[in-house]
């Protein structure tokens, strides 16, 4: 996809505007596709395969296995992992659940029941400091990105300000938010 978008950096304005629209919503059905057709194929594989079915530690490995399976190759073909991840799951709710065994089913219910809670509990804040880092750490390393087609000093100047802004947002627009809706209770 990065290639794809260093090809339009060298036309006029809305040629770049309409390329990039339409690069990002053939990705976005070619992602939605890809998730439908691994999502149908893992439902396939369970009713069609009934040895799948002999342990329920199986079932559930080979569950999380077709998951995995759906974000690599959205990784691999450049494609958007997170939305091929959704359809995977939706498709896989709606149609690979039924085709488990009983054991499988309520094991796998209690155990993503038993992963959001400890996600939400335990780890919440672990993962708010991770996805931080990451977003920090890939700014500064898209940093020396900026040298090899010149340093923009309007754009690094609007980035700080809508950084700022909307920190500034969440702390104290939110926080009035909720105590607006604490006095109206």
Known sequence: ???????LQFVDYWTQYWGINILIFKTCLISIAAGIGLGILSSYAFKLFKPLNLSRIQEGCIF???VFISYSLANLEDLSAA???L???IMMSHYAYYNLSFQAKEESRYTFIFLLVISTRLISK??????EAFVFTYLGLASYKIFQFGFVFYLVFFCLLFIVLTRLFVIFGLSFILEYIRCLY
């Open 87 to 89: 359809v995977t799951g």
């Open 1 to 7: 996809m990065n290639d794809k978008l260093l090809d």
């Open 64 to 66: 999380i296995f077709f």
């Open 83 to 85: 939305l091929t991840l």
């Open 126 to 131: 672990f993962l708010e400091t991770t996805a």
